[in-house]
Each structure stands twice: as structure tokens, then as C-alpha cells.
């Protein structure tokens, strides 16, 4: 079990969001919302930068969602 998973408990997630963080701190969102983990990673990959580190969250309260990890 993820620590995600851990979080969440038996809810399934039906949302991810593609955000653009500067210190930790989300200071854009992608406008579209993802039903698909692996479109949401798409996206994120798409995205990065190196000056620019777009990250995905998940709904239910909006958690990180470590990209190493599926």
C-alpha cells in the first residue's frame, strides 16, 4: 500500500491536476482535470522545465502524487 493509497483509504481517486509549484507553493493549475493517472503524467512531463516544476495532485482534499510511482 502506497502511502497515496494510505491517505485516501478505499476511495477511489477520479481526479488528477496538473499544477505549476515555485517553492512549494502552487501558483498555476493546467486548466484541464484528468480521470487517467497516466494523462495527467503525460502532461506533467510535457510541461517541466527546468526553470518550471509542474507537478500532479489528486482529488479528495487535492494530494501530491509522487511521479515516481503509479
Not at 493517472?37 to 482529488?59: P, Q, T
Amino acid at each position: 500500500m502506497t502511502s497515496l493509497s494510505m491517505v485516501l483509504g478505499k476511495e477511489a481517486v477520479v481526479a488528477y491536476m496538473v499544477v505549476l509549484t515555485f517553492q512549494g507553493e502552487v501558483i498555476e493549475k493546467y486548466p484541464k482535470m484528468y480521470a487517467q493517472y497516466s494523462a495527467a503524467f503525460k502532461r506533467c512531463d510535457h510541461l517541466n522545465h527546468d526553470d518550471y516544476k509542474w507537478k500532479i495532485m489528486c482529488a479528495k482534499g487535492w494530494y501530491d502524487v509522487d511521479r515516481m510511482t503509479r
